[in-house]
Structure formats: structure tokens, C-alpha cells
């Protein structure tokens, strides 16, 4: 696949589920055997667990917008860095960063790896 082709996949992997609540496209995206893994706490899931986060995510903050920020592609493998900010159910707008690493076979999503954490909020 082309870099711009992977960068498109990485683009629709973010704004179609996040953004738009079009979860059903991660069966387009990924492969059935897709795997997330969220390294500090070392939480694991598949697709069907990464469509509950996101619809959860979703529900708790009505403005909720998640963005890309740089890609990097090498070969079978992507890193982006990503933003997601919203309103907790407090009234209280928060923002998350993280990095993500891809890792796609034939066109798909096979592996997803990511760190994340919360950047605090200044009164």
C-alpha cells in the first residue's frame, strides 16, 4: 500500500468511529482478528471491545472530538499521535493525548497499541 493510502485508513480509523459514531466501519478497517492493547494498564480487546469503548466514550461527553496529529509510516507499521477532547459529565472540559501504534496486514488493522493519559486542566 502507499504511505497516502495508510495515512487515509489512519484518518478514517479516528473520525468515522470517534467522531462521527460511525462504529460499524472498524469492520471494514480491521481484520477479524484485530487486537487492542492500551500498554500502561495492559487492557485487551478486540474490535467488538473497541466499539463499547467508543460508544461509551461518546455518551459520556456529547462534544467529545478526537484528532490526528503527525503520522509516521514504515512499512507495515504506523505511529500517529492523536488529541481527544470533550465535557465530563461534571461540566468540566477534558483533554487526552496519545500515541498509537498500527500494524496492518493485506489492508487491514491487525494490531493496535497505544498509551495514553490526561492532560490536567488549568482553573
Not at 485508513?9 to 473520525?15: E, G, K, P, S, T
Not at 492500551?38 to 472530538?65: C, M
Amino acid at each position: 500500500m502507499l504511505v497516502d493510502e495508510i495515512k487515509t485508513i489512519v484518518r478514517l480509523f479516528v473520525d468515522e468511529p470517534w467522531n462521527k459514531g460511525n462504529v460499524n466501519i472498524l469492520d471494514d478497517l480491521c481484520a477479524p482478528d484485530y487486537t487492542v492493547i492500551e500498554l500502561i494498564t495492559n487492557w485487551k480487546g478486540g474490535r467488538e471491545d473497541l466499539k463499547d469503548v467508543i460508544q461509551k466514550y461518546r455518551a459520556a461527553s456529547p462534544n467529545f472530538h478526537a484528532e490526528v496529529g503527525e503520522i509516521i509510516v514504515e512499512g507495515d507499521r504506523v505511529a500517529y499521535l492523536w488529541n481527544m477532547t470533550g465535557t465530563n459529565q461534571q461540566g468540566k472540559p477534558e483533554t487526552s493525548i496519545g500515541i498509537t501504534l498500527l500494524r496492518l496486514e493485506n489492508g487491514k488493522i491487525v494490531e493496535d497499541r497505544f498509551v495514553s493519559g490526561n492532560i490536567p486542566q488549568v482553573a
